[in-house]
């Protein structure tokens, strides 16, 4: 896995760098750092690294995002464009096959296929913009990409501004599409495939892993604060 120079000398969330090698014989600070490690996303339990043959492309890499809501947002938009080449290749050898046959739902798979992947892109910079919005400008990010998959990995706020956060990745793809409305009703089929698109992200806030997961982990906290006894009562104060 490669980590790019780190921009954020005073990141507060900091975890204890995990043995090279765990096993049965290890100590349980050292399991403890190596799940956490693994958790966040930043160890594997897997070889990683750099793939083989002339066009090696690495296979997991983390780096973090620039400051501000715009050029954070940005930057994710453009690394994951560049980090997912699977849905490009797909979508240009879909819409190559359509030209030469010219296929009509050939063209249409192709439509479909950048709304997806569009929508991706969408939902992981919504997050990115979210959190700069509710926690500063500076506020730490570091976004960890695969050719498949992507995530980020946050400083959490602490407080209700989490759900906001969390909640604003599943409803990007809906709020982008909203401008293009009136281009969407000319185009119903790609108008159709938006609407579904932008639904399914929606749903995996009630789903139990993913978004969902960290919605209800969020949930559970902010419900443990409120019910948690006030130390000074506790103590008769």
């Not at 050292?30 to 958790?39: K, M, N, Q």
């Not at 739902?105 to 913009?129: F, Q, R, T, Y």
């Amino acid at each position: 896995m490669s980590v790019e120079g780190w921009e954020y000398p005073d990141l507060a969330m900091r975890i204890p760098s995990p043995p090279l090698i765990v096993g049965d014989g290890s100590t349980s600070s050292d399991l403890e750092s190596a799940r956490r490690a693994i958790d966040l996303g930043l160890a594997s339990v897997t070889q990683t690294g750099r793939g083989a043959g002339p066009f090696a492309v690495e296979l997991v890499t983390a780096v973090p995002l620039p400051s501000g809501w715009l050029r954070g947002g940005g930057a994710t938009a453009l690394r994951l464009a560049l980090l997912h080449p699977l849905m490009c290749i797909a979508a240009v050898l879909v819409s190559v096959a359509a030209g030469m046959l010219q296929n009509s739902l050939l063209w249409w798979a192709c439509v479909c296929l950048i709304i997806v992947g569009v929508s991706m892109i969408a939902h992981e910079a919504g997050h990115v913009v979210a959190l700069r919005l509710v926690a500063g400008p500076e506020e730490p990010v570091l976004l960890r990409a695969t050719p498949t998959s992507a995530r980020l990995i946050w400083r959490s706020t602490g407080t209700a501004a989490d759900l906001i956060v969390i909640a604003a990745g599943p409803l990007s793809p809906l709020l982008l599409a909203i401008p293009f409305t009136p281009l969407l009703v000319a185009a119903p089929v790609a108008g159709i495939a938006v609407v579904v698109v932008a639904v399914s992200h929606l749903v995996t806030l009630f789903l139990r892993s993913g978004d969902g997961g960290e919605l209800r982990t969020v949930v559970r906290a902010l419900k443990g604060l409120r019910t948690s006894p006030d130390p000074a009562e506790s103590t008769g104060a």
